[in-house]
């Protein structure tokens, strides 16, 4: 294998003089050969001279650089000197011009001061206050004032004074009208439409009947997306239809935080859902024991009513408890007091369960209630310390669910028992009353067969 890959290259080499000597048309001897390499060597040494002198001159232009920058280093550090020493004493003219300037400014000083400081502070009122609703910008000039006298030490000239008073006295102004305009407001459903304002001074933005909020931040008026209750809106919608006569109106004299905290107060039904599974099932417990109160306080009414009215006829029917008790006095004429007592008895018990039904359910739903509203709280507390476990206690909203669970199902099964409860002796009370009412009319029937016997 060697030897063949051997005699190929021979082969190739020998293939490519072959075709170089063809090319050039020049003989290969050692003579050639001899000659080419003369004048190799002597173009060799003409490139090396021609180095050689390009260098030299090189260097002596390097020298000459080095020379101009050593001269210019030396001129740059003799004008370094020049500037310190002309710094240093720009340094002691600024610091007699200062105190110059201190002197001259006396109390003036503590005036711009003053200005300065009431120019962030009321720049910091106009930026959330309710009339920039209306007024826009005021607080941008108020702000390059403050920031000019406190970076640049510049002094406010008189017309800035002045604006910074008319800016001041505008907004205690503008604080005691009620005031209509026109712009754009982001309504609820994210919509930005231009709507017809209505401003009570710094206290609030109503228009269509609902509450508006004002971002000094963006400078944008929106709608609350939780407006407060009916009569709030009511007024509002008054307000904005009034023509100058009075009207009730609500304000906020906190700027809306009042106002925030207002909307943000759960309704019935979201405290209704506060309450969970827990909390359904005791508003159903509770529905089903009113709906059986309720029919059963309708019925013994009516029984009632029969009742009494029984007792002031002689003719007996069998439409009501009485008229069949005593309907079985004339069946047994005959009986002796102990047979009809017996009989008497019969009928009154076989009434009984007409007028005392569904009353033990009321009363079980009365007791069931406050203890479903027990296991509410017990599941919210649960909760709570698991999200404790979890969470620690740095953040109380972790924890507002459960809790809200346990309140909520407590005041729930309470709202329950309570009027179920009520309900119950009230019915109870009606029962035993009729009840009473038939057996005092049994014994009187009794009393009266024995004496008819004696």
Do not use: C
């Not at 930026?127 to 108020?142: K, M, Q, T, Y």
């Amino acid at each position: 294998m060697k030897n063949l890959f051997k005699l190929i290259t021979a082969t190739v080499f020998g293939a490519v003089v072959t075709t170089s000597a063809m090319a050039e048309n020049t003989a290969l001897d050692l003579d050639s050969l001899l000659k080419q390499l003369e004048e190799g060597q002597y173009q060799q040494n003409k490139q090396n001279a021609a180095r050689e002198k390009e260098f030299a001159q090189k260097v002596s232009e390097q020298d000459r650089m080095l020379a101009e920058a050593a001269q210019t280093r030396n001129n740059e550090l003799n004008r370094s000197e020049r500037l310190e020493t002309q710094f240093e004493e720009n340094e002691f003219k600024i610091a007699d011009l200062n105190e110059s300037l201190t002197k001259r400014l006396g109390s003036l000083k503590e005036l711009f001061g003053v200005l300065q400081q009431v120019s962030g502070d009321t720049k910091n009122k106009f930026h959330n206050s309710l009339i920039s609703a209306e007024l826009p910008g005021r607080d941008v000039f108020l702000d390059e004032l403050a920031q000019s006298m406190g970076t640049s030490s510049k002094l406010a000239s008189i017309e800035e004074i002045e604006r910074v008073w008319f800016e001041i006295q505008r907004e205690m102004t503008e604080s005691g009208k009620i005031s209509r305009f026109t712009t754009d407001v982001v309504e609820a459903g994210g919509n930005k439409v231009q709507k017809d304002i209505v401003r009570v001074g710094p206290f609030a933005l109503v228009a269509d009947g609902k509450y508006l909020d004002f971002n000094g931040a963006t400078g944008t008026i929106a709608e609350l997306i939780r407006q407060p209750a009916a009569r709030y809106g009511d007024s509002a919608a008054e307000l904005q239809a009034s023509n100058g006569e009075f009207v009730k109106f609500g304000l906020d004299p906190t700027g809306g935080s009042i106002l925030g905290l207002l909307v943000q107060a759960p309704t019935l039904q979201e405290r209704v859902e506060q309450g969970g599974t827990v909390g359904y099932i005791i508003l159903a417990v509770g529905a089903i024991g009113l709906l059986l109160a309720l029919e059963r306080l309708i019925s013994l009414t009516l029984i009632k009513l029969k009742v009494d009215r029984q007792l002031k006829s002689t003719t007996f029917t069998s439409d009501n408890p009485l008229g069949r008790v005593m309907q079985v006095r004339d069946k047994h004429p005959e009986a002796d007091v102990e047979a009809l007592e017996l009989h008497l008895t019969e009928a009154i018990l076989g009434e009984m369960p007409k007028l005392t039904r569904s009353l033990t359910v009321v009363k079980i739903i009365s007791v069931v209630a406050p203890l479903m509203g027990l296991l509410g709280t017990v599941t919210g507390m649960i909760k709570t310390f698991q999200a404790i476990t979890l969470f620690g206690t740095g953040d109380p909203k972790l924890m507002a669910g459960g809790i809200s669970t346990a309140l909520v199902t407590t005041v729930l099964g309470l709202v329950v028992a309570i009027p179920t409860t009520l309900l119950y002796a009230l019915l109870s009370t009606r029962s035993k009353a009729i009840v009473g009412i038939l057996q005092e009319q049994s014994a009187g029937v009794i009393a009266e067969r024995a004496e008819q016997n004696a």
